[in-house]
Structure formats: structure tokens, C-alpha cells
């Protein structure tokens, strides 16, 4: 970070000179400067993240969710289903260097924040099964008016199911009828299948955030498979 009244001096290029081979650097928002540094020493794109957004008096109201057939939802349960839920977290996000190693301290950590409602937890479950978790949307109220995808989650047993667009239907509609007029959620550019059902529910780009590193430096950019996550 370099303060404007010291830009275009070779502050930038001095610090990255100072940081230790082989760092992976963020640039927030899409922006034409941060390319062009980036170009200018060496670093290439490793991993984008979308900032995605949809507002309700613009987007239209939310279809009804359908699950499949023996699917049904309910709220998480907060000293029931923690164990169950970080098993399903870590196997939808095994490939996420972030995500997928939460842990139960973590877990705690967040269910201890102002924000958290057990409510917007959801979870989906067998019907004649309820103890075992096949997928999740854990919603996020930033403000009163404000709402966040925060983590959707599907186990890899269920995924290919058509449980994505529901599962997110199903979180959308809760902030919806807690008054939230605006979300917002974080998506790897290298997630497809997410970025599809997202836009397809009338979410659409807001910035991208760009992780770069050294050319030839850097090959596994760990982006979640069967899941979105808040970065």
C-alpha cells in the first residue's frame, strides 16, 4: 500500500523488492494501475475473486426453492450439529487452503460474532435422516438492509444433484424475509458452476479482486470445488 501523495516514485517497486520470493499479492478491485505493476515486474494472475451482487427491487423476487425428492431443510443447531457441519465443510472446500481447514475453534469464533443467527444457518438434510448434513447456506446479515452469501456448502456425495441453485434459493429467501434489500458474496473465477447458478438467480459482477504472483513461481491457487466461500 502506498499513500497517493507518494505514488509513481518507485515506493511500490521498492517494497515489492523487500518481500520475500515467491509472496502472492492481492490487488483489491479491478483496477488498471495495479495491472500494469504487475506486468511491469514480473507477476501474472493466479487467482481471481468475483464480488458478486443482487438487489431484490431490481433482480425480482426469489423463486421458490425445490429440493430434490428426500431433501428438506432445517436450521442449523447450535451444540448439535458442529461436528457434522465442519465434516461437511471441509470436504466440500478440501481444495480451498482457507476455507477447508476450519476448524471447530474457528466455527465457535464466528458463532460468537453479533451477526450470527442459527436461523440463517440452513441446512439440508435426508428427511429420514436429519442428523447428517447434504449441503448448507450460511447467510451473513452485514446491516440492517445488507445480506452476505457467506459460505454455501454441498457434500461431495450430493453434489451433481442440482442442489446448487436451492440451496442458495433457500438462504436468499431468508434474507429477504428478514428485510435485507441488497447481498453481496465472494466467488473463485476458476468456479464455474457456482458463477453459473449465481448469475442465473440475477447476481452480477461488482469488482474482482486478482491474487498475482511471480511467473512461473506459483501453481495451485486453491479454489474451492462444490462450495463458495467469504474470503
Request: net charge negative; no cysteine.
Amino acid at each position: 500500500m502506498v499513500a497517493p501523495s507518494r505514488r509513481r516514485q518507485g515506493v511500490g517497486s521498492e517494497l515489492l523488492d523487500r518481500i520475500r520470493p515467491g509472496t502472492r499479492i492481492w490487488a483489491h478491485g479491478d483496477l488498471a494501475a495495479s495491472d500494469a505493476f504487475a506486468s511491469a515486474h514480473g507477476l501474472e494472475v493466479v487467482r481471481e475473486l468475483f464480488v458478486l451482487g443482487r438487489r431484490f427491487a431490481e433482480a425480482g423476487p426469489v423463486d421458490e426453492p425445490v429440493l430434490p425428492e428426500g431433501l428438506v431443510a432445517r436450521p442449523f443447531r447450535p451444540g448439535h450439529d458442529e461436528a457434522e457441519w465442519l465434516r461437511v465443510n471441509a470436504a466440500a472446500f478440501a481444495h480451498h487452503a482457507e476455507q477447508g481447514r476450519m476448524t471447530r475453534a474457528d466455527l465457535d469464533a464466528r458463532m460468537e460474532e453479533s451477526w450470527f443467527d442459527p436461523e440463517g444457518l440452513i441446512l439440508v438434510v435426508p428427511e429420514d435422516d436429519p442428523d447428517t448434513v447434504a449441503a448448507s447456506h450460511w447467510t451473513k446479515r452485514r446491516s440492517e438492509t445488507e445480506g452476505e452469501v457467506y459460505v454455501v456448502a454441498v457434500d461431495p456425495a450430493y453434489q451433481g444433484k442440482g442442489l446448487g441453485r436451492p440451496v442458495t434459493l433457500l438462504g436468499l429467501q431468508y434474507l429477504r424475509q428478514v428485510g435485507v434489500e441488497d447481498v453481496i458474496l465472494y466467488v473463485d473465477g476458476d468456479n464455474p458452476a457456482a458463477l453459473k447458478v449465481y448469475r442465473g438467480l440475477g447476481f452480477t459482477t461488482r469488482s474482482v479482486d486478482r491474487m498475482f504472483a511471480a511467473r512461473g513461481q506459483y501453481v495451485d491457487a486453491s479454489s474451492p470445488r462444490g462450495g463458495t466461500m467469504r474470503s
